[in-house]
């Protein structure tokens, strides 16, 4: 797994600022940096020579860098298919192909001998072009994919057809890569965030990314320029091991149920129900501590946070979470419920993953 930043050389940023930014996320853990390479032939003369020195900050500070191109930025560059030491002599490690390349120059230029890798379009490719990629003895060792982002509203990917994409691309061993927005520094002309999910739009940057990491996304980039440096060192902090939940907890929970609740890594039950998910730790970890009396046995709201009480008899101990709105138990204390912006992110522990609260 692996962050990312983006920049642009476009008049709205200089030269300088992509520097200082660079730097910045590099300080904080960043290893990666993405760029567009779309110019216009009339502009070439004027922006290539910025492009290689940011190409050049970006190798000095020893990250990865993928730059996204059409057949048009391989003619201004004088390169092909079956030649790119252009891209190579600039330093390019990854050409990400946005669109207008057959699947023979992509099989092609899989096989190139600099050693730079090729990123298929997420967002559009078919399992038939991978397989008509494969049938061309393409290289699969240098071929991943990253997903598109949305600069206008209501544009971007539902979750549903991000999923079923990124699970296909991946049935195959192939990385996959997505964008998120950053809330701080968005970029024109539209500055509306560019993420690749539309519901990750107005949400967290850490939120956005646990989601992407959590759904199986190998790297995560801030589409954006420039994200704040709070973003990118919460971004950075992000365990992908472990699902982070933030929960709200009720007033008169007790020391032995913040116990159950905190100092404990949880992990879902394999043979959970879709009801609820099950910690399969906590029933053991309460027979150690007090007895569990019942309080704030109320009707439990889609994901709230319980632990069922004494009156359970084995049962005692054992942390839920409601995935549907449940009625009341005498047997179950309604100890918290999962902060509202992060709900989003209860919905997938699934079963055997692990997840633990923080508080909210």
Do not use: W
Not at 134 to 152: G, M, Q, T, V, W
Not at 219 to 244: L, N, Q, R
Not at 315 to 324: A, D, F, K, R, V
């Amino acid at each position: 797994m692996a962050f990312g930043v983006s920049v642009y050389t476009t008049d709205d940023f200089s030269s300088q600022k992509n520097k200082e930014y660079i730097k910045m996320a590099k300080d904080l853990g960043i290893c990666s940096v993405f760029t567009s390479m779309h110019i216009p032939e009339i502009e070439y003369e004027r922006k290539i020579n910025e492009i290689k020195d940011l190409v050049e900050y970006i190798k000095l500070l020893d990250m990865k860098l993928t730059i996204d191109i059409s057949p048009v930025t391989m003619n201004i560059l004088g390169s092909s298919s079956n030649n790119l030491k252009s891209f190579y002599e600039l330093g390019i490690d990854c050409l990400r192909l946005d669109y207008g390349f057959t699947i023979d120059e992509i099989a092609e230029m899989t096989k190139n001998k600099y050693g730079i890798k090729i990123e298929l379009n997420a967002s559009t490719i078919t399992k038939q072009q991978i397989n008509d990629l494969i049938y061309r003895n393409a290289d699969l060792r240098n071929l991943s994919a990253c997903h598109n982002f949305y600069p206008k509203p209501y544009t971007g990917l539902s979750y549903e057809f991000f999923r079923e994409k990124t699970l296909m691309i991946k049935s195959y061993g192939l990385k996959v890569s997505a964008f998120i927005p950053s809330q701080k520094g968005k970029r024109g002309p539209i500055y509306e965030g560019l993420p690749t999910l539309e519901v990750h739009r107005n949400m967290k940057p850490d939120i956005s990314a646990r989601h992407l990491i959590y759904s199986g996304i190998d790297d995560v980039y801030f589409g954006d320029a420039y994200a704040s440096f709070d973003e990118i060192s919460d971004v950075t902090s992000v365990d992908k091991d472990v699902i982070e939940l933030k929960i709200d907890l009720v007033n008169d929970v007790t020391d032995c149920e913040k116990d159950l609740i905190f100092n404990c890594i949880h992990t879902n039950r394999i043979d959970s129900s879709e009801y609820i998910v099950r910690s399969e730790e906590s029933r053991g970890y309460a027979k150690i501590g007090k007895e569990i009396k019942a309080h704030n046995c109320i009707d439990r709201k889609k994901y709230s946070v319980t632990i069922d009480n004494e009156n359970f008899k084995r049962y005692s101990g054992e942390l839920n979470i409601c995935l549907i709105d449940l009625p009341k138990d005498e047997r179950v204390n309604v100890v918290g419920h999962i902060v509202e912006e992060e709900c989003i992110l209860a919905d997938l522990v699934k079963p055997g993953v692990k997840f633990r609260f923080r508080k909210g």
